[in-house]
């Protein structure tokens, strides 16, 4: 998979003279440089909350609805919360497509 960047946008061919971009070119470059940095913020809180987890080494599973046991983690439950956030990330933080 293939990420586009600032110069995709920028190249892309338009009715336009390169030099004097439309107006959509424009909020698809500010719309890009948002996104850009979304993304880098998602990626410190992520960093940070795995961080979080491997020091503390303890998750709240509900055992029924009055008690919550404390417990540690096994590598394979750290795997699997961090693939259900990586394929489920639009539930948890949903990046509209395009700001104006």
Do not use: C, G
Not at 15 to 38: C, F, G, K, P, W
Not at 49 to 73: G, M
């Amino acid at each position: 998979m293939r990420f586009m960047n600032k110069e995709d946008f920028r190249d892309a061919p338009s009715h336009a003279s390169s030099s004097n971009h439309t107006q959509l070119d424009e909020v698809m470059i500010r719309n890009y440089d948002q996104i850009q940095e979304d993304m880098r913020e998602l990626r410190a809180a992520l960093r940070k909350l795995s961080s979080k987890i491997d020091k503390q080494q303890l998750t709240v599973v509900p055992n029924n609805q009055e008690q919550l046991i404390f417990r540690t983690v096994t590598p394979q439950e750290k795997v699997m919360m961090i693939r259900y956030m990586r394929e489920n990330i639009e539930k948890f933080n949903p990046i509209p497509i395009l700001r104006i």
